[in-house]
């Protein structure tokens, strides 16, 4: 069970947003992908959950290739997305919102289950099923933006900047969060962030992106020991 | 007395086909953003295809429940064979805005000219299912008829039946995050092109019955370039905008409303004045508020 | 500076040039030519006031038949109660049906394309029904409107149909000139400029509203003047004279012609005049059943803008242009 990345890149229009990157991702791993603003991350991410088909190269997940498939196929293949900023419907009720992620469900007795140990693990939001999305504050949105992902059971998660516009106390809960779920239900993970400090701290592997290319990748604990790391982008 | 209770029944019986219209148009916004100028088409259509059917079975109630299978075999094919290769091949460019509305009015008059072409474009009448003669209270008949009230039974069934399906199974859940953010519900897996789809045919399968229920209910006749449904297109649409095009329950106060409207400016006032009212009710609610009697606060235009 | 007014005159140059070869030609084809010369200068005010716009102003208008009705009552009744020269009619005719579009317009430009067109398309399938309603109007038999037999100082062999033929020339050169003009102005780079991208526009201290309103104005006005033409060529206005399908065939016109551009007008015209024709052979060749009679020429025009927009969706010259440009530039690259 692995990822592997091979070749891959993505344009817009003219321009290169990503240049030919290979990685392998190990099953289990909490992988946090870091670097500044327009270094690729987000063009990666979505070139992998399908949101951008344009994309060159391969992405195979056990086997199963990512690219040119489209993200509402990759769910049912268990690899979920929850894009930038929060990924919730302000429209729709909490309870709305997570039983979304499970609609593609033929068996939905077994999404039932999955939505009772979820809200068990966050009885915050158990509380608020009823109300509208919109009522959440930013972190609870962000956790329901998850737990919506966590609804489609999948191997494989893909979260772009869960921390975006939140205040450090509300991230860190979301990264020990995200810490959690990676160990307990055995999820492999894609953590794209700009907060590369905070990420990295609960991360197994790093990769730091620069201009479309790997620019250093290692262990978590190398890359923040990494002096040209901890210069360009710890900001230490 | 009379004369004003009479007035409320009629602005039902006509604000109810008007809501079954509005309902159809707004089905298509929510899912596709776009104001289907063909569904006036669609309806037409489906009516005809009622009418076939009542030829054959005798049976006005069948041929309703047929016309609204046909009208949603519309709506679908409309939407996955025309609307989906227009949205592939304009995605850009000047026009790209402005497309979908050329189109579907380009398609409202291919399926007219066809229709005309096919049956010819003298009258065809579909006779009331039940008498059309208004109840007799104390000596006084009211203009509210077992016609009438089969109408608007028949629509506020619907209406309640769309608001269960919509609000308590898992296709409205679909249907409803689909349209509110296409990408997230693609993100959680939802099919979001043939939940498109599956809009477009509820939409012709409404469109259908306000077709086919309107005209027993008015002269009977069926032509292909009925004024009727251009104008049950216009009412739709007005009523859609009173009830701010988003939300399925503005379609039906927003068509009940404007019933109710019309029916008073028929009565008190003059014939004639009917669709100066409706014109000037849009205008109005155009610029006092573009959200709807019912609206959320969003700009109108996305 | 200079450049301009050079470029300037040439155009002019180039109309005066167009006027003088039409004038030639008018005298040498039959009467029905020269009746449908007169048509298609109508087509082409009416289709220009379209793509003025759709395709400078990013809106859409469902309803010009109806301004166009309202330009040709208004020539119509200046013309019979007041006697007014024709050329005094043709101007009230552009200015009423401004105003109606400038109230219109002010409207439209708070909304977005399917308000503006749902709105529209009401005006067009309502006009007619309030037509009959007022007895200034005349009801359904509408009104006469002659404008009167051409001068005899042109000689005893100068048809009616000529004349009409040389006041619908005329009057859509001189259009189509100042059209061509308003557009290099100012006001037309203001409109390319709002429909490309509004929030720039306005970010850039264009007043959008403003300019959507004016857009709207003038293209009524436009219109208007196409419904006076119009009213000249069948001597009548009646709420029968602009039915919906007038409005379709002008959208038709207008995106065959290309919506980007006035110049190619005279194909969305010539269209336009053609289908009726083509439309009647096909019919006779069916053995002239009423169905088809009644009904062809409105398929064909539906048709014919469905496949346009399906498949040519920026007009054909300009696909044609864009090809050409880009195996230049395939060219230039080898």
New interface residues.
């Given amino acids: 069970m692995s990822l592997e990345v091979r070749e891959v890149s993505v344009h817009h229009g003219p321009i290169r947003a990503i240049n030919k990157i290979s990685f392998d991702v190990q099953a289990g791993e909490l992988v946090a992908m870091i670097g500044s603003n327009g270094a690729g991350k987000t063009s990666l991410l979505r070139a992998l959950s399908g949101l951008n088909r344009s994309a060159e190269g391969s992405a195979r997940w056990n086997g199963f290739e990512l690219l040119h498939t489209k993200p509402e196929i990759l769910v049912r293949h268990g690899v979920s997305h929850v894009s930038e900023g929060k990924s919730v419907i302000p429209e729709l009720t909490v309870e709305d919102n997570l039983n979304l992620g499970a609609l593609w469900r033929r068996d939905q007795s077994q999404a039932h289950r999955t939505r009772q140990s979820l809200l068990d693990h966050f009885p915050r939001l158990a509380e608020r099923m009823k109300q509208s999305a919109d009522t959440l504050s930013g972190g609870e949105r962000q956790m329901l933006a998850i737990c919506r992902a966590m609804m489609s059971q999948p191997e494989l998660l893909l979260l772009d900047e869960p921390s975006l516009g939140l205040a450090p106390l509300i991230v860190a809960q979301i990264f020990e969060t995200i810490r959690d779920l990676t160990t307990t239900m055995g999820l492999t993970v894609i953590l794209v962030e700009q907060n590369a400090m905070s990420a990295l701290k609960v991360a197994d592997q790093g990769i730091v992106l620069n201009l479309g290319s790997i620019a250093a990748i290692g262990s978590a604990q190398s890359l923040i020991a990494d002096p040209k790391v901890r210069a360009a982008y710890l900001g230490y | 007395m009379y004369q004003f209770i009479n007035t409320i029944f009629i602005g039902i019986t006509s604000g109810a086909i008007y809501s079954l219209m509005a309902i159809a148009l707004v089905l298509v916004w929510r899912s596709t953003r776009v104001v289907n100028f063909a569904q006036a088409g669609m309806a037409l259509l489906s009516t005809y295809i009622g009418y076939e059917f009542i030829q054959r079975f005798h049976s006005f109630w069948l041929a309703l429940f047929l016309a609204m299978v046909a009208g949603a075999g519309i709506g679908a094919l409309v939407d996955s064979i025309f609307m989906r290769t227009l949205f592939r091949r304009v995605a850009h460019g000047p026009i790209a805005g402005v497309a979908p509305i050329i189109a579907t009015l380009g398609l409202l008059g291919l399926i007219r000219a066809s229709l005309g072409l096919a049956v010819g474009n003298s009258d065809v009448s579909i006779r009331p299912p039940v008498s059309n003669v208004g109840y007799t209270i104390s000596g006084h008949t009211l203009a509210f008829s077992p016609l009438k009230l089969v109408i608007v039974s028949a629509a506020v069934f619907l209406m309640i039946a769309l608001s269960i399906l919509f609000s308590k199974t898992n296709i409205g859940l679909s249907l409803r995050a689909s349209a509110f953010s296409p990408e997230i519900a693609r993100l959680a897996g939802v099919r979001v092109d043939r939940v498109r789809t599956l809009g477009w045919a509820i939409a012709g399968a409404a469109g259908a019955a306000a077709g086919m229920l309107q005209t027993p209910s008015g002269t009977g006749a069926l032509s292909p370039d009925s004024l009727d449904f251009s104008l049950l297109l216009v009412f739709g649409f007005i009523a859609a905008v009173i009830g701010g095009l988003e939300s399925l329950i503005g379609a039906v106060l927003g068509g009940v409303l404007l019933g109710l409207v019309l029916a008073f400016v028929l009565t008190y006032m003059s014939g004639s004045l009917v669709f100066i009212t409706a014109f000037v009710l849009l205008i109005i609610v155009l610029l006092v508020r573009p959200q709807g009697i019912i609206g959320m606060n969003r700009g109108r235009r996305a | 500076m200079h450049k301009l007014k050079s470029t300037n005159l040439t155009r002019f140059l180039f109309f005066v040039l167009l006027g003088v070869a039409l004038f030639f030609l008018g005298n040498r084809v039959d009467e029905l030519r020269v009746y449908q010369g007169a048509t298609l200068s109508m087509y082409v005010i009416a289709i220009a006031s379209i793509i003025l716009l759709?395709?400078y102003s990013?809106?859409?208008s469902?309803g010009h038949g109806a301004l166009m009705a309202i330009g040709g009552y208004a020539a119509a009744i200046t013309r019979e109660h007041l006697g007014w020269p024709i050329w005094i009619c043709f101007a009230v005719a552009v200015l009423v049906a401004a105003l109606a579009g400038s109230v219109l317009g002010t409207?439209a430009a708070?909304?977005?394309?399917?308000?503006l067109?749902?709105?529209t398309?009401?005006?067009a399938?309502?006009l007619p029904?309030?037509a009959?309603?007022f007895s200034i109007l005349g009801g359904e038999q509408g009104l006469l409107f002659d404008v009167g037999a051409p001068p005899a100082s042109m000689g005893a062999d100068f048809t009616q149909y000529k004349w009409y033929f040389w006041i619908a020339a005329l009057t859509a050169l001189i259009v189509m000139w100042w059209l061509q003009n308003i557009l290099r102005s100012r006001y037309g780079r203001t409109w390319r400029a709002v429909?490309g991208n509004?929030v720039a526009a306005e970010l850039a201290g264009i007043h959008v509203g403003k300019s959507k309103t004016l857009a709207f104005t003038v293209s009524s006005g436009v219109a208007g003047l196409a419904g006076a033409v119009l009213a000249m060529t069948i001597s009548t206005v009646s709420p029968s004279a602009f039915p919906?399908?007038l409005s379709?065939s002008l959208?038709?016109g207008a995106?065959l012609a290309g919506?980007?551009t006035l110049s190619g007008v005279i194909i969305g015209a010539l269209t336009l005049v053609a289908t009726p024709e083509i439309a009647d052979a096909i019919s006779r060749r069916l053995g002239s059943s009423?169905?088809?009679t009644?009904?062809?020429p409105?398929?064909l025009?539906?048709?014919l803008?469905?496949i346009v927009?399906?498949?040519v969706?920026?007009g054909p010259l300009e696909q044609l242009r864009s090809a050409r440009a880009r195996k230049a530039r395939e060219a230039t690259h080898q």
């Avoid at chain 3, 708070?110 to 308000?115: A, H, K, Q």
């Fill in positions: 759709t395709g990013g809106q859409v469902l409207a708070r909304l977005s394309g399917p308000y067109a749902g709105t398309l009401a005006l399938v309502g029904s309030i009959n309603q429909r509004e919906l399908s379709f959208l038709t995106v919506v980007s009423e169905n088809v009644t009904n062809l409105g398929l025009v539906s048709a803008l469905i927009v399906l498949l969706p920026n």
